[in-house]
């Protein structure tokens, strides 16, 4: 007891006779803490909007892989999921990448519009204001709440987004859409399918990848069919099959080595 005492009078009159010294210290310490208290707060923040926006993901996403890179994939795997994978119930195909509007980059998304599909649609990007994208319409698109406020658009503007090859896209917003997570709405616009393929110029028998959903059950059970539907669909030649689970881990690795990146993770894997 008497040696912890001496100690602390020790600790005590070094503070008095270094006053300044302490207080640069205790002020690098508060910075230091302060800076990494916030970026933890932020990753975890990521990582929880993150788990968020895959709960409307689909049960398994595929990509073209070419090279050890990701690629587009032909189309012509829709049929061959559907027929040959095992508890399949439908697979969508999806185009998706980046635009921009004056200087803000936006995530551009091309979707199915089909009875099928719509539900689907719906369910992960559900409207607020205005009608969904007419499926009949290569003009007409739908925008997050958080694009709408950024650029101060409502129903009915003109949006003008410039491609990858420097050329002016016109769109004409039908609808504004509030996703239950914040990083689908704070950037994303949507169109359909067939737009989306003219905005990036990519043919009519390519997809940026392919969403498949397998059939209703239970949630003990889900797990099991989706499994053996991803292991079937590896076999086939030139692709890359992810469950929700691995984009999760994608995405946790991802928040933890670039915590400052708010884009749609959703879409970025």
């Known amino acids: 007891m008497k040696r912890f005492k001496n100690l602390l009078n020790y600790a005590l009159n070094c503070i008095l006779r270094y006053k300044l010294r302490t207080a640069v210290i205790l002020i690098c ?5 302060s800076t990494f208290s916030a970026v933890a707060f932020l990753s975890d923040g990521l ?24 690629t587009l994939i032909p189309t012509s795997y829709v049929n061959t999921v559907e027929r040959g994978a095992p508890y399949v119930a439908r697979v969508l195909e999806r185009v998706w990448g980046y635009g921009n509007v004056g200087n803000t980059l936006i995530v551009v998304v091309g979707i199915e519009l089909s009875s099928s599909a719509l539900v689907d649609q719906l369910a992960a990007y559900p409207l607020e ?33 410039v491609t ?28 359909n399918l067939n737009a989306a393929r003219d ?46 689970d691995v984009l999760m881990a994608a995405q946790e690795k991802h928040t933890a080595t670039n915590p400052d990146s708010f884009q749609s993770f959703g879409m970025l894997f």
């Open 29 to 33: 310490l508060v910075v230091a803490s």
């Open 47 to 70: 990582v929880a909007e993150g788990a968020l926006s895959l709960k409307y993901a689909p049960d398994l996403t595929i990509q073209g892989i070419q090279a050890g890179r990701q």
């Open 129 to 161: 204001s205005g009608s969904f994208i007419d499926e009949q319409s290569n003009k007409s698109i739908v925008i997050g709440k958080g694009v709408a406020e950024l650029l101060g658009a409502n129903i009915g503007s003109e949006l003008s987004i």
């Open 164 to 191: 990858e090859s420097n050329k002016i896209k016109k769109f004409e917003i039908a609808g504004i859409f509030s996703s239950e997570s914040g990083i689908y709405s704070a950037d994303m616009i949507l169109m």
């Open 199 to 244: 905005f990036f110029n990519i043919p009519q028998d390519k997809a940026t990848d392919l969403m498949v959903y397998v059939r209703p059950a239970n949630e003990s059970v889900k797990g099991v069919l989706v499994n053996e539907a991803a292991r079937a669909i590896s076999a086939l030649p030139n692709c890359r099959v992810l469950t929700k």
